[in-house]
């Protein structure tokens, strides 16, 4: 893993092949200035918070030969405990699950936690407070005389050694520190060995690449947030006549998600479905409450009226400049459309209805179902079943139903969280 902190040994090799040490440190370091580099390119193109971190963690500890890390993130006066990774308790792990012969797919390449303190008496607080580097030979045997203190109930639980550690401050463009990398036991081969000093200097030009990338990371997570939630807002106020509107969106949208997933949609197209699927209804606004608020059965002329607002959601979502709010647009347009072309506004069939459409035109029926309405009671969970099953190439897409049939139980489980 670690060929970064390798040196060749070059006895063996003919007199004319040898090269000096010093020409072997000037090679290593640039393969080093030019790793870091790199890693410091690959940060800059990732904005996934949770996904920069990993990455941070993970290339620190390539950087270094590391077995093991954590990662730290300030939040006000607390360093959380972001990510960690373990490679000593992942193997033991895959040997647990091998010999119980389960899939080793279950084992998780990251684990995370809890809070600290941002005070000296930790190894990750000391160096969150002082900015100051930390390089330990052997964290058993810190002096007493120091602030700081290694906490060994981790090894005492699982087993572990923690022996050499390198704790580096994050720090952003005003010196402000953001996080703090905490990398344990260096590896040479198999043997466990101090970090090389010459690390300290490497590492913490990389926590300072890392430092900005999550301060990026953070502000677009922030404006996404803020984004979503004007969107959220914006469709409850489509039916904030409804007792249940808020808890219907979260539904509405997590239902979508999962069918999403089921289909074996890319996260990302996950992600827009679940996001943009709250809009969906965004064009009542535009029907008369009488209509909306009619607890018996509409007239063929109020139908009519009702149905329009797959029509007006379209015109209030058309044009628009982002990715999501044209997804919003396709689904408030197209949620209504059926299969076999009976639905509507355009009476659509077939994969002629746009994919987003199909799977939100399920998760609404589902949640109609099950759900208290004005003009009637929740159906029993086996009679929506029955109802859905028997739409199964009629009114949806047969492909989407045994999605949702798979996956019925998170189904349940989204309705019992956001319940009425």
């Given at each position: ?7 060749l ?13 010093a ?9 080093q ?12 193109q ?19 030969g ?29 040997a647990?699950?091998?010999k ?12 995370t ?100 990338a ?22 409850v ?39 943009a699927?709250?809009m969906?209804?965004i ?11 009619k607890?018996?059965?509409?007239t ?8 329009n ?20 647009e ?19 069939k ?33 009679q929506?079943?029955d109802?859905?099953k ?9 492909k ?12 349940l489980?989204?309705?019992?969280q956001?319940?009425?």
């Amino acid at each position: 893993m670690a060929y970064f902190s390798r040196y060749l040994d070059s006895s063996n090799l003919p007199k004319e092949t040898r090269m000096s040490k010093a020409q072997m440190s000037v090679n290593n370091l640039q393969e080093q200035l030019l790793a870091l580099n790199k890693i410091g390119i690959a940060l800059t193109q990732e904005n996934n918070l949770n996904q920069l971190l990993t990455l941070i963690l993970n290339e620190s500890r390539n950087f270094t030969g590391a077995e093991a890390g954590s990662l730290y993130v300030r939040e006000g006066e607390q360093l959380r405990f972001a990510v960690s990774q373990n490679e000593v308790m992942e193997e033991r792990k895959k040997a647990e699950l091998k010999k119980l012969k389960k899939p080793l797919e279950v084992v998780p390449a990251t684990f995370t936690g809890f809070y600290i303190s941002l005070d000296k008496s930790s190894l990750a607080g000391y160096v969150g407070v002082t900015g100051k580097t930390l390089n330990i030979p052997d964290a058993y045997k810190i002096p007493t005389a120091k602030e700081y203190r290694f906490n060994r109930s981790f090894d005492e639980k699982n087993n572990y050694r923690t022996k050499s550690m390198l704790i580096v401050p994050m720090k952003d463009a005003h010196g402000k520190v953001v996080g703090v990398i905490q990398l344990i036991n260096a590896r040479k081969k198999k043997i466990i060995i101090p970090f090389d000093k010459h690390f300290e200097n490497l590492v913490l030009s990389l926590a300072s690449q890392a430092a900005i990338a999550i301060r990026n990371a953070l502000l677009t997570q922030e404006l996404k947030e803020a984004y979503l939630d004007t969107i959220f807002r914006l469709s409850v106020a489509a039916e904030y006549k409804d007792d249940d509107t808020a808890a219907h969106i979260h539904r509405m949208s997590r239902y979508s998600a999962i069918l999403a997933e089921g289909l074996g949609l890319s996260k990302a197209e996950v992600e827009s479905i679940q996001y943009a699927s709250p809009m969906h209804d965004i064009g009542k606004l535009g029907v008369p409450d009488s209509i909306l608020m009619k607890p018996g059965k509409l007239t063929p002329q109020e139908f009519k009226e009702m149905q329009n607002h797959t029509i007006f959601g379209a015109k209030i979502l058309e044009n628009a400049k982002a990715d999501l709010l044209r997804v919003s647009e396709q689904i408030a347009f197209t949620h209504h459309e059926k299969w076999d072309g009976s639905g509507y506004p355009r009476g659509l069939k077939g994969e002629s209805i746009p994919l987003s459409g199909r799977i939100v035109a399920l998760a609404d029926v589902f949640d109609a179902l099950t759900s208290k309405r004005c003009y009637k009671p929740a159906f029993p969970l086996e009679q929506s079943l029955d109802i859905i099953k028997e739409g199964s190439g009629r009114h949806f897409d047969p492909k989407i139903v045994q999605a949702f049939l798979n996956n019925i139980e998170k189904f349940l489980a989204v309705k019992a969280q956001f319940s009425n």
